[in-house]
């Protein structure tokens, strides 16, 4: 059965620290891993990574992919306050379903 | 540019009465259209989703029903309500490409649904 596992819960830094968020999956036919930040309202799209090793980023989040061990982290630098939120990531699911399957997300807490 | 509209933004109901929230996608043809209902503090659950005008699968067995009518347009309904209906219901898009190929996962804004 296809599934995402993602740690820790829930973290709570103080800004300024960096954090590494950690998705692992199983899923058959692997095809990408997607990263989602969810404020108060629906989850707004980070990033989708397909490959292994080629580190994506925007601004001071990254995210990188190991398809070999399966799993994929994100890192948020310099912490602000305004990235406390959930952090979803996601696997599309078994080739031919069109699902997706989604972790329980990582609660962020960003203290100024 | 894309965009996805769900109305309402938020719903209060009586249990026992009929639901009906409706999602609608502009800027892209033939998507792929998901139902979502995410309790407090909880991850995403997979409601509904549809390849097709009148194509719906569903992943949950309950009292909940999605229609498809138009290529567009995404309906989550329910005749009698529950208490545990109450959530936030997300409803998202994709594009709809060859198998084997994904694309990422887009969310309207989102209805929160108390049902008393």
């Known amino acids: 059965e296809d599934k995402v596992v993602q740690s820790p819960l829930s973290l709570v830094v103080h800004e300024g620290d960096t954090v590494t968020l950690n998705c692992s999956y199983e899923v058959t036919n692997f095809r990408s891993l997607l990263w989602y930040k969810q404020e108060k309202k629906a989850p707004t799209f980070l990033f989708m990574l397909t490959s292994s090793g080629i580190e994506k980023k925007s601004g001071r989040l990254s995210s990188i992919l190991d398809k070999k061990e399966l799993f994929s982290i994100l890192n948020i630098t310099a912490t602000q306050t305004g990235d406390s939120a959930v952090y979803l990531c996601?696997?599309?699911?078994?080739?031919?379903?069109?699902?997706?399957?989604f972790g329980t997300g990582t609660r962020l807490k960003v203290l100024a | 540019s894309q965009t996805i509209h769900q109305w309402p933004a938020t719903l209060v109901q009586p249990v026992g009465s009929p639901l009906s929230l409706e999602c609608t996608v502009e800027?892209?043809?033939?998507?792929?259209l998901y139902w979502y209902r995410q309790a407090a503090g909880r991850g995403l659950q997979l409601l509904f989703y549809?390849?097709?005008?009148?194509?719906i699968s569903s992943e949950v067995p309950q009292n909940l029903s999605a229609s498809r009518p138009q290529d567009r347009q995404f309906i989550l309904s329910s005749k009698k309500l529950l208490l545990s209906d109450s959530g936030f219901y997300l409803c998202?898009?994709?594009?709809?490409?060859?198998?084997?190929?994904?694309?990422?996962?887009?969310f309207g804004p989102g209805t929160r649904l108390t049902v008393t």
């Open positions: 549809s390849v097709g005008i009148g194509q």
């Open positions: 800027g892209t043809s033939n998507p792929n």
């Open positions: 996601a696997v599309p699911g078994t080739s031919g379903t069109y699902k997706y399957i």
């Open positions: 998202a898009w994709s594009v709809r490409g060859p198998v084997g190929v994904s694309y990422e996962q887009y």
